[in-house]
């Protein structure tokens, strides 16, 4: 392991990247599924009725999470480079607000 | 990374933070009472407001990525110079244009 894995903030930023790389994946994707919309309200349906498969909604609870886990690491890069933030406070308060918008987010995905 | 493309990074984070946020409000208004497309159609299209608020989400957003994926691609990866920059600038591109079409498709 090299010295930078040790150092505190490494599992934050890898955290932070990984979740960055898969959103980047996933937003062409959630693009092309809202234009279905273009073909009407029965196109966009089809692609609804898609999305309440087991296997789709795991995969969608996977990108809720990464979007939680991305906004709060990066509320963290910012309020330690811009606010003079404690680093060791911030990893705290970074999971506390990750589990809180995660949860937040499942909550707002199963609410229809 | 050069001044420019970090402060582009930070200023769009900014922006993405708080309109992440609005976005979350306003899925909650979207389902409510059912997730069916029509019933989702009939509250957002024609809405002028929402279109230029998620048309800014989208700008942000394709700003935002590519700046991230490049120092991503040139700390893991030997890839850098002219052709991961070009590469980055299409993606970006390829954000922005299926970004505006979905927000056409809902909003418009």
Same mark, same amino acid.
């Given at each position: ?112 | ?6 402060? $582009?990074?930070? &200023?769009?984070?900014? #922006?993405?933070?708080? @309109? !992440?946020?609005? =976005?979350?409000?306003?899925? +909650? ?19 002028? $407001?929402?279109? &230029?608020?998620?048309? #800014?989400?989208?700008? @942000? !957003?394709?700003? =935002?990525?590519?700046?991230? +994926? ?22 970006? &591109? ?15």
């Amino acid at each position: 392991m090299r010295a930078s894995h040790t150092q505190r903030g490494f599992i934050a930023a890898m955290l932070h990247r990984l979740s960055g790389i898969a959103l980047a994946i996933f937003l062409p994707l959630h693009f092309l599924a809202l234009a279905t919309a273009l073909n009407g309200a029965n196109a966009l349906d089809a692609f609804l009725e898609l999305t309440r498969q087991p296997l789709v909604k795991f995969a969608e609870w996977g990108i809720v999470v990464a979007l939680a886990v991305h906004m709060t690491l990066g509320l963290r890069v910012l309020a330690i480079e811009f606010f003079d933030f404690h680093e060791k406070t911030l990893a705290a308060l970074s999971v506390c607000v990750a589990a809180v918008f995660a949860v937040g987010f499942v909550f707002i995905l199963n609410a229809g | 990374m050069s001044p420019l493309l970090f402060m $582009a990074q930070r &200023l769009t984070a900014f #922006v993405l933070a708080l @309109a !992440v946020s609005a =976005h979350l409000a306003t899925i +909650l208004y979207a389902v409510r009472g059912g997730l069916s497309a029509g019933e989702i159609l009939a509250r957002t299209h024609g809405n002028v $407001a929402f279109m &230029l608020f998620y048309g #800014v989400f989208v700008v @942000a !957003v394709a700003i =935002h990525a590519p700046i991230g +994926l490049r120092s991503i691609i040139r700390e893991w990866t030997p890839w850098r110079g002219r052709t991961l920059d070009l590469a980055l600038v299409l993606f970006s &591109l390829f954000l922005l244009a299926l970004g505006f079409r979905a927000v056409y498709a809902v909003y418009a």
